[in-house]
Protein backbone atom coordinates (compact mmCIF):
# COMPACT_ATOMS: atom_id res chain seq x y z
CA UNK A 1 0.00 0.00 0.00
CA UNK A 2 1.76 3.34 -0.92
CA UNK A 3 -0.05 6.26 1.19
CA UNK A 4 1.09 9.73 -0.18
CA UNK A 5 0.75 12.53 2.24
CA UNK A 6 -0.84 16.14 0.59
CA UNK A 7 -2.62 18.87 2.49
CA UNK A 8 -1.33 21.78 4.81
CA UNK A 9 2.47 20.67 5.83
CA UNK A 10 3.41 19.02 2.19
CA UNK A 11 3.06 21.49 -0.07
CA UNK A 12 6.03 23.28 -1.54
CA UNK A 13 6.12 27.06 -0.73
CA UNK A 14 6.50 27.90 -4.86
CA UNK A 15 3.62 27.01 -6.58
CA UNK A 16 3.29 26.21 -10.39
CA UNK A 17 5.81 27.98 -12.99
CA UNK A 18 3.84 31.96 -13.66
CA UNK A 19 1.70 31.23 -10.15
CA UNK A 20 1.35 34.19 -7.44
CA UNK A 21 0.69 33.26 -3.71
CA UNK A 22 -0.20 29.40 -4.81
CA UNK A 23 1.05 26.13 -2.85
CA UNK A 24 1.43 23.03 -4.60
CA UNK A 25 2.23 19.72 -3.95
CA UNK A 26 2.68 16.64 -6.57
CA UNK A 27 0.54 13.53 -5.51
CA UNK A 28 1.06 11.15 -8.72
CA UNK A 29 3.10 11.22 -11.91
CA UNK A 30 3.63 8.69 -14.60
CA UNK A 31 3.21 7.71 -17.71
CA UNK A 32 -0.59 7.56 -17.37
CA UNK A 33 -0.76 11.28 -16.11
CA UNK A 34 -0.01 13.87 -13.31
CA UNK A 35 -2.45 14.49 -10.18
CA UNK A 36 -1.39 17.29 -7.35
CA UNK A 37 -2.84 19.52 -5.56
CA UNK A 38 -2.97 23.25 -5.58
CA UNK A 39 -3.89 25.72 -2.37
CA UNK A 40 -4.82 29.40 -3.72
CA UNK A 41 -4.71 32.07 -0.84
CA UNK A 42 -6.39 35.40 -1.69
CA UNK A 43 -5.30 37.28 -4.36
CA UNK A 44 -3.57 34.15 -6.29
CA UNK A 45 -3.10 33.01 -9.70
CA UNK A 46 -1.90 30.88 -11.95
CA UNK A 47 -0.96 32.98 -15.10
CA UNK A 48 -3.06 31.82 -17.97
CA UNK A 49 -0.83 29.52 -20.34
CA UNK A 50 -1.10 26.21 -22.64
CA UNK A 51 -0.18 23.10 -21.93
CA UNK A 52 -0.15 20.13 -24.35
CA UNK A 53 -2.04 17.96 -21.91
CA UNK A 54 -5.77 17.19 -21.33
CA UNK A 55 -6.78 18.28 -17.93
CA UNK A 56 -9.19 18.26 -14.92
CA UNK A 57 -9.19 21.04 -12.27
CA UNK A 58 -11.17 19.56 -9.49
CA UNK A 59 -11.72 22.41 -6.54
CA UNK A 60 -11.93 20.71 -3.19
CA UNK A 61 -12.79 23.22 -1.07
CA UNK A 62 -13.47 27.31 -1.27
CA UNK A 63 -13.53 28.77 -4.44
CA UNK A 64 -12.39 31.39 -7.34
CA UNK A 65 -12.65 31.80 -10.88
CA UNK A 66 -11.30 29.87 -13.93
CA UNK A 67 -10.57 30.54 -17.48
CA UNK A 68 -10.70 28.46 -20.80
CA UNK A 69 -9.80 30.20 -24.08
CA UNK A 70 -11.58 33.47 -23.51
CA UNK A 71 -14.20 32.13 -21.07
CA UNK A 72 -14.04 32.87 -17.88
CA UNK A 73 -16.38 31.53 -14.72
CA UNK A 74 -16.94 31.18 -10.99
CA UNK A 75 -16.37 27.63 -9.31
CA UNK A 76 -16.67 26.65 -6.26
CA UNK A 77 -15.52 23.16 -4.16
CA UNK A 78 -17.78 20.34 -6.16
CA UNK A 79 -17.27 21.44 -8.90
CA UNK A 80 -14.51 20.73 -12.02
CA UNK A 81 -13.24 22.40 -15.58
CA UNK A 82 -12.08 20.34 -18.36
CA UNK A 83 -9.06 22.04 -20.07
CA UNK A 84 -8.52 20.78 -22.99
CA UNK A 85 -4.90 20.55 -24.35
CA UNK A 86 -3.08 23.42 -26.23
CA UNK A 87 -5.88 25.86 -25.40
CA UNK A 88 -4.83 28.96 -22.36
CA UNK A 89 -6.37 28.62 -19.51
CA UNK A 90 -5.36 29.80 -15.86
CA UNK A 91 -7.39 29.87 -12.11
CA UNK A 92 -7.18 32.95 -9.24
CA UNK A 93 -8.87 33.90 -6.53
CA UNK A 94 -9.52 37.68 -5.49
CA UNK A 95 -11.12 37.37 -1.52
CA UNK A 96 -11.57 33.69 -0.84
CA UNK A 97 -9.65 30.73 -0.72
CA UNK A 98 -9.33 27.78 -2.92
CA UNK A 99 -8.04 23.92 -3.17
CA UNK A 100 -7.88 22.11 -6.12
CA UNK A 101 -7.06 18.69 -7.63
CA UNK A 102 -5.11 18.88 -11.16
CA UNK A 103 -5.64 15.84 -12.86
CA UNK A 104 -3.65 15.82 -16.47
CA UNK A 105 -3.53 12.82 -18.93
CA UNK A 106 -0.71 12.27 -21.32
CA UNK A 107 -2.47 12.14 -24.45
CA UNK A 108 -5.31 14.86 -26.01
CA UNK A 109 -8.70 12.97 -25.46
CA UNK A 110 -7.58 11.06 -22.41
CA UNK A 111 -9.96 11.78 -20.11
CA UNK A 112 -13.04 10.51 -22.44
CA UNK A 113 -10.90 7.22 -23.40
CA UNK A 114 -10.81 6.16 -19.20
CA UNK A 115 -14.15 7.06 -18.53
CA UNK A 116 -15.96 5.89 -21.51
CA UNK A 117 -18.30 2.50 -20.86
CA UNK A 118 -22.01 2.00 -20.03
CA UNK A 119 -24.11 0.87 -17.14
CA UNK A 120 -27.31 -1.33 -17.23
CA UNK A 121 -30.67 0.34 -16.04
CA UNK A 122 -31.54 -1.52 -12.61
CA UNK A 123 -35.31 -1.90 -13.91
CA UNK A 124 -34.03 -4.37 -16.45
CA UNK A 125 -33.02 -6.81 -13.91
CA UNK A 126 -36.85 -8.72 -13.81
CA UNK A 127 -36.27 -12.17 -14.34
CA UNK A 128 -34.53 -14.60 -12.09
CA UNK A 129 -31.15 -15.62 -14.01
CA UNK A 130 -30.05 -18.51 -12.60
CA UNK A 131 -26.35 -17.54 -12.95
CA UNK A 132 -26.86 -14.82 -10.77
CA UNK A 133 -26.96 -15.57 -6.63
CA UNK A 134 -29.58 -13.38 -5.19
CA UNK A 135 -26.68 -11.73 -3.17
CA UNK A 136 -25.37 -10.45 -6.15
CA UNK A 137 -28.59 -9.00 -7.76
CA UNK A 138 -28.54 -5.32 -7.37
CA UNK A 139 -31.42 -3.51 -5.56
CA UNK A 140 -33.05 -0.90 -5.89
CA UNK A 141 -32.04 2.56 -2.99
CA UNK A 142 -34.70 4.42 -0.95
CA UNK A 143 -33.75 8.16 -0.57
CA UNK A 144 -34.74 11.46 -1.14
CA UNK A 145 -33.32 14.74 -1.47
CA UNK A 146 -32.52 17.24 1.17
CA UNK A 147 -34.91 20.46 1.48
CA UNK A 148 -33.82 22.92 -0.58
CA UNK A 149 -31.01 25.44 1.12
CA UNK A 150 -31.37 22.77 4.27
CA UNK A 151 -27.75 21.75 3.33
CA UNK A 152 -25.71 24.67 1.74
CA UNK A 153 -27.18 28.60 1.55
CA UNK A 154 -28.13 29.74 -2.15
CA UNK A 155 -25.46 32.08 -3.03
CA UNK A 156 -25.77 36.17 -3.45
CA UNK A 157 -23.75 37.72 -5.79
CA UNK A 158 -23.07 40.69 -3.61
CA UNK A 159 -21.65 38.83 -1.31
CA UNK A 160 -18.46 38.42 -3.49
CA UNK A 161 -16.83 34.73 -4.70
CA UNK A 162 -18.23 31.43 -3.71
CA UNK A 163 -16.92 29.80 -0.86
Known amino acids: MQIVRFGVGHRRPEGPSGSKNVQGQLIASDQGGVISELAFGRQAAIAP ?3 PKATWFVVIEGGGFVQVG ?12 FWPPAITHGAWTEQSHMRALVVE ?3 AGGPREIV ?4 NRLD ?5 DSTVGDQDRPTRAEGRLTEAGSARRRY ?8
Open 124 to 128: HVTSV
Open 49 to 51: HSN
Open 116 to 119: EGHS
Open 70 to 81: EEQARVAAGESV
Open 105 to 107: FPV
Open 156 to 163: DPSEGEPM
